[in-house]
């Protein structure tokens, strides 16, 4: 990577390393993830979407993306690797 700091999370069980000073709403920009489809839980906590821009992104955290899909039917496949 280049010159940034990073910080190592784990997303949706894998491990990834991610630029440093991310916010939630950051994290899934940088991931070209839409933001308005998706929940977030930080450390088992779910994430209240108008916090987004407020949740700091630290070293060593857990996160859970999921999209949510017609039918009532969810995914966490966001290929995300």
Not at 7 to 31: A, M
Not at 38 to 56: C, R, S
């Amino acid at each position: 990577m280049d010159n940034c700091k990073h910080v190592n999370i784990t997303l949706n069980g894998d491990k990834k390393e991610v630029p440093s000073d991310l916010t939630v709403f950051g994290l899934l920009e940088f991931l070209k993830i839409q933001h308005q489809r998706v929940a977030v839980e930080l450390n088992m906590e779910i994430v209240k979407k108008d916090q987004y821009a407020a949740t700091a992104i630290k070293d060593g955290d857990n996160l859970e993306v999921v999209s949510f899909m017609g039918g009532g039917r969810f995914s966490s496949e966001l290929g995300v690797k």
